[in-house]
């Protein structure tokens, strides 16, 4: 499990109930790092579930998830993290390729009990 989130106080949330819940997990708070990082990492024919802010310092989540799809495809399974819960904002990110999006403020309950949905799959 990964996630990039530059919101300081919504990362150490995460931080907090993923630890509580047993997960392993990586963080980055900068869309460019998260990038270089992500193209790196070794996944070991697993496909991590990629929690990705779309507003991001450096590279938004959109062109961190287009580098991936095309550079790495198939390889991380994202759910966009974002304050723009229009319509048109979600279908954007499901249009293309997302597994799901989740609109802040985030429920730190409802997260948990979603990535351990997204988890198991």
Do not use: C
Request: no cysteine; charged share 25%.
């Amino acid at each position: 499990m990964i996630y990039v989130e530059d919101d300081a106080a919504l990362a150490g949330l995460l931080e907090y109930g993923l630890r509580a819940h047993g997960y392993r997990f990586a963080a980055y708070r900068n869309g460019r790092e998260a990038l270089r990082e992500l193209l790196a990492l070794d996944v070991q024919g697993t496909h991590p579930l990629l929690l990705l802010d779309v507003d991001l310092p450096a590279l938004d989540g959109y062109s961190i998830f287009d580098a991936l799809q095309r550079q790495r495809p198939g390889t991380y399974r994202v759910v966009f993290t974002t304050v723009h819960g229009t319509e048109e904002e979600q279908l954007r990110g499901l249009e293309a390729g997302a597994l799901d999006y989740l609109v802040k403020p985030i429920s730190l309950r409802v997260a948990l009990e979603k990535i351990k949905r997204w988890v198991a799959r």
